[in-house]
């Protein structure tokens, strides 16, 4: 019989039973989104300068994000900006999400407003122009109507969008010969990647890699594409299109804040989640923590025909699950994770037993096997 931790290191389809049952077999952590354990692990210490490239420190950081969440809950972009042009940066990206989708995206690199050959400018341009650009994508997306109601729509609906903001260092170039050497060159999650080729540069941020599932290579490869304009340029290894066009490869690290809800203030993300101090690790966060992670779990019952369970793996980057529904193993431990919080000591009544009514039907689910069940 597979014990409960090595169901778990097998990998959980269902992204939070994995959590869940660790804090019930009384495991210490927290997470700063729900699946991704962050415990430490970062570029800089909050507060502190950062290393290679020194991208912005937080308190610069903080002050492009409070002139763009400005202009995004006004809907409305400045035809200029004062007070951030002494905040240096290697390129700006602004994404705004609405219920968790992309809505809009503003993304440039240094020198498309601070000139030709330009590695750092000052952040105040770079992002009042990314703002502009994702603002716009967002109001054709939503299809907010231009009519007498257009302000107060466009005022409600600016409350609920979600500001993600990354501010790059300066450009590090790196001389890989081939694709493995990137994996070695690049670290996934921390690095953004760039590639000049001629007089064209082309680059990628790393939470618009990570939202995106993009491997360093791929994002290298499709740089090497956009730069040489020719797709076929990125099939090449790197060490072939150094030589003979003279290509410069670079990676460069982030300043990254964002929202992790529509009401939430901005926290400062590494690898997408925010870093934990030891001392928010408490009895009642650990206690709200498998308050949410049991609705989320809540969330994930299935709905649809059939008695299935509960849903699949969902992939966030293309808002689609892959698998329609989880397997047995999945429901197996998220059960047994919502019995043990349904029946912990100080749980609030109505969520204990919520929690228990799910385990059951995840039980009873199980039993019948309906077609493309295992």
Not at 64 to 85: H, M, N, S
Not at 295 to 321: D, F, Q, V
Not at 334 to 353: F, I
Request: charged share 25%; proline share 3%; hydrophobic share 40%.
């Amino acid at each position: 019989m597979r014990t409960l931790s090595g169901i778990i290191k097998s990998g959980c389809v269902i992204g939070t039973c994995g959590v869940m049952a660790t804090l019930a077999a009384g495991r210490v952590g927290r997470a700063g989104e729900l699946g991704a354990w962050v415990r430490g692990v970062g570029y800089w210490d909050v507060g502190g300068r950062a290393g290679v490239g020194e991208p912005p420190t937080p308190g610069e950081t903080m002050r492009v994000y409070q002139a763009l969440d400005g202009w995004v809950r006004g809907w409305k972009v400045p035809e200029r900006t004062e007070g951030l042009e002494d905040v240096m940066v290697g390129g700006v990206s602004v994404v705004l999400r609405l219920g968790g989708e992309v809505v809009g995206r503003g993304t440039l690199m240094a020198h498309e407003w601070g000139g030709e050959g330009t590695t750092v400018a000052g952040a105040g341009e770079g992002v009042r122009r990314a703002a502009r650009v994702a603002i716009g994508e967002a109001d054709r997306r939503l299809k907010i109507e231009n009519d007498a109601l257009r302000g107060e729509r466009v005022r409600l609906t600016a409350r609920e969008v979600m500001i993600s903001l990354e501010l790059a260092g300066a450009l590090v170039p790196v001389e890989p010969a081939t694709f493995d050497d990137i994996d070695r060159e690049y670290s996934a999650g921390l690095d953004g990647v760039a590639v000049r080729i001629g007089d064209r540069l082309e680059g990628a941020f790393p939470g618009t890699l990570m939202g995106s599932n993009t491997s360093l290579r791929l994002a290298v490869s499709r740089a090497v594409s956009q730069a040489g304009g020719d797709a076929a340029l990125g099939l090449d290894e790197p060490k072939k299109v150094r030589e003979e066009l003279k290509a410069k490869y670079y990676r460069f690290r982030v300043t990254h804040i964002a929202q992790r809800s529509a009401t939430s203030a901005a926290s400062f993300m590494v690898r997408g989640a925010r870093v934990i101090g030891q001392s928010e690790i408490t009895t009642s966060e650990l206690r709200s923590m498998a308050e949410r992670a049991a609705e989320h779990l809540a969330s994930r019952e299935w709905s649809g025909e059939g008695a299935y369970g509960m849903k699949g793996l969902y992939e966030p980057w293309s808002n689609e699950y892959a698998v329609a529904h989880a397997g047995a193993v999945d429901q197996l431990t998220a059960a047994y994770a919502l019995r043990v919080y349904g029946s912990t000591a100080g749980v609030e009544a109505r969520s204990a037993l919520a929690a228990r009514s799910l385990a059951a039907r995840i039980m009873r689910a199980l039993r019948v096997v309906e077609p493309g069940e295992a």
